[in-house]
């Protein structure tokens, strides 16, 4: 299995039709997991083409409707340009396409003091913006099943998933701080333009809400963990989003079931054989080793 598939005409013709792009220059990038992208300018002026599967179409329309209402608040997100029809989300050869803004600046590692500076205050800064904003969550947290079969490919991986499970669960998600998430903060989400100082975020790709703390373990994770992660912990903590004792009682209970949401993700890809965003099946068996030793230094994989 691959991703969404368009073909580069009918991608010409839509972009044409739907936006007066037509003589627009398109190149692909097709850098994600779980989508299809394209860079599209014309007269000084670029773009971003973005599809989704099929059955991702629900999803996709809220994450694009969480970038607008953040770009509306002055974090620059993607948000979606409407074709002349209106619509954010419209259709190539089946598949779900939308247009949405570019946001300038180069993409973030995380790889120093400064930069996880940035990417910390950026998250903060999210989901304070994000707080009251009028975007309906289509889906619940959490969405991972302990018995869902994708989880029997590897001997440790259902066990595993499990005490991820149990960890979010003794920490009692109802108990923690809630709003609508990123879901997936990882470094190159943040692009930061050192002509304005302005940091946005990009890659919504769904409208949920959930513990705000989810999304801190995500782009902690991304770093290597709370050792590797400290400047990143205190800039978010230094905008009292969310209290400090919160975050000191449940980053290692949700890293743990972060971790197992990652073990969750690449067991149903390497099951399915989906080979999106990467050029052959190591890529899932990657994503897979990662999940199981970031879970083992948590005492999640190899025993509890």
């Known amino acids: 299995m691959t991703g969404p598939v368009i073909s580069a005409a009918g991608l010409r013709a839509c972009l044409a039709d739907g936006w007066r792009l037509a003589g627009a220059a398109i190149e692909a990038h097709h850098g994600g997991m779980n989508s299809a992208t394209w860079s599209v300018s014309l007269e000084g002026r670029r773009w971003v083409a973005k599809a989704v599967a099929p059955g991702a179409r629900r999803s996709f329309a809220g994450g694009l409707a969480v970038a607008a209402a953040l770009e509306a608040g002055g974090i620059p997100a993607g948000a979606p340009v409407p074709d002349r029809h209106g619509r954010v989300v419209t259709d190539v050869d089946g598949v779900p396409l939308a247009l949405l803004t570019w946001v300038p600046g180069v993409e973030l590692s995380g790889g120093d003091r400064h930069e996880q500076r940035l990417i910390g205050a950026t998250l903060a800064r999210v989901h304070r913006t994000l707080r009251g904003a009028p975007v309906t969550a289509g889906y619940p947290f959490h969405w991972v099943d302990p018995a869902a079969a994708h989880l029997g490919v590897r001997p440790w991986v259902r066990e595993a998933v499990a005490g991820g499970v149990a960890a979010l ?127 083992d230094l948590l005492g999640g994989a190899s025993g509890f």
């Open 169 to 295: 669960d003794r920490l009692d998600a109802r108990t923690l701080s809630t709003g609508l998430l990123h879901m997936d903060p990882a470094p190159k989400a943040f692009r930061w333009d050192p002509a304005t100082g302005i940091c946005g975020v990009i890659d919504w790709s769904v409208a949920m809400t959930g513990p705000l703390l989810y999304d801190l373990a995500s782009a902690v994770m991304y770093i290597g963990g709370p050792d590797h992660a400290g400047p990143l912990l205190d800039a978010y903590l230094d905008h009292q989003v969310l209290p400090r004792a919160e975050v000191d009682r449940g980053l290692l209970a949700m890293l743990r079931f972060r971790w197992a949401v990652q073990a969750d993700y690449f067991a149903r890809r390497t099951v399915a054989g989906d080979l999106t965003g990467i050029t052959d099946a190591t890529g899932n068996e990657a994503g897979l080793e990662r999940a199981r030793r970031g879970l």
